[in-house]
Each structure stands twice: as structure tokens, then as C-alpha cells.
């Protein structure tokens, strides 16, 4: 579905990612992991057209989509769901969940739809739905913000460290979340997460960045045993 092939990305003259290939299959969780600065993010963006690949390429079902528009993207069928969650925190969570709708124009019962499979999926954002997005707990937040993600109904869904600033029990409940939008829903997922552990633990496939680079890749089950991605990434 989603292929990524040799992009170089920079922040002024310092070049972030330097010759990043990867791909996403239809169906599949493919996770990314590495130290901070490792350039996962920037990956992430440059998907995504928040930042600008100064060359690679990127297709989407075969599709050239490197110079879209963020909200071309969006409408095509990818969704960015942004490290430290970027609610709108003034606005309410029902607010917030249609504004994730907005770029696919959608008529108001479809979002209406929406926004319910959303409360059933997101319990706890139904009882708080007109409340402040701004006054809800972390985990709550996170939770709006893949909720969000979901009402433009994307074919992939992009998570830039989901577990960060959130309790271990919160973390549990977000990751069942992101299994059951890819088995149940059948979105195609793509996880940057520094807790390494967790997430070679729910994804079919695994690269490893350093230093702007996929340093390795391959199976997750098979390298969640490698003894140097144990030393590095897993403390063991």
C-alpha cells in the first residue's frame, strides 16, 4: 500500500533521513523504533508532507503522492495521529472528533455515524463529549486523538509514539486499541514507539533507525530474539 523509496530529508542543511526506504502491506502493522534524533518522526512527516523530502519518492497504492498537500494526503487515505496527541484543546472532544472529518466531506448524518462508532469504540470520550479537550487526562487525550484520526476513515493510520507521558495501564488499553483499528477495522498501521518491546510485540514487521537511516529490518518476531536488538533497544 504505502511505499517509501530512498527520500532525504532536511532541516536546513542537516540532513534528517538519508536515503529512508521502507514499505507497508495491505493488512499489516509495521512498527519503527531507535533512539531519540534517530529520525523516526521526520519519517513520519515526511510522509506526510509536514516536512518536504528534498528527493525519494513516495506512492501510495501505487500513486506518486511525495509533493500532495498534507490535506490531499489526508483525504486519500492516510492519517497522522501526532506525537504528544495535538488535540485541540480549547474546542470539544466532539468538536475535535469532527474536524478529523473535515478534509473527506462527509454529510452531517455521516459524521454523526462517525462520531458514534467512535463513542462505542472510546467509551470514556462519549461521557466527556462536550467537554474541553484541553481539561481531559493524557490517556483521554490519546484516545481523542486516534479517535479523531479515525473519522476520515484512512486505509492507514500512522502512530508517532502513542505511549508517551501515559501510565502502564493507559499504554495497555492504547495498544489493544491500535490492534483492534488494524484486525478489526482492517487499517494498515504504522507505529514509531520507543518502548521497542511493546511495539515488536504487536507488529508484523520491524525497522530500526539510526542516525537517519533503517540500520535493519525484518520480521518483529524474529527480532524481537536478536541479541543486539535486545541489548540496545530492550535492556536485556
Known sequence: MLEVDNIRTYYGNACA???????VQSGEIVSIIGANGAGKSTLMKSVMEVVKPQSGEIRFKGRDITRLSTHRIVSGGIVYVPEGRDVFSTMSVQDNLIMGAYSKHFSSNQIEELCEEMYQMFPRLKERRKQMAGTLSGGEQQMLAIARGLMS????????????????????????????????????????????????????????????????SGLSCELIHDDTIKSAYLGM
Open 153 to 216: 476513515k484512512p486505509e492507514i493510520i500512522m502512530f508517532d509514539e502513542p505511549s508517551l507521558g501515559l501510565a502502564p495501564i493507559i499504554v495497555d488499553e492504547v495498544f489493544d486499541r491500535i490492534q483492534y483499528i488494524n484486525k478489526e477495522l482492517k487499517i494498515s498501521v504504522v507505529l514509531v514507539e520507543q518502548n521497542a518491546y511493546m511495539a515488536l510485540s504487536v507488529s508484523d514487521r520491524c525497522c530500526v533507525m539510526e542516525n537517519g537511516r533503517v540500520a535493519s
Open 17 to 23: 533521513l538519508h536515503g529512508v526506504s521502507f514499505q
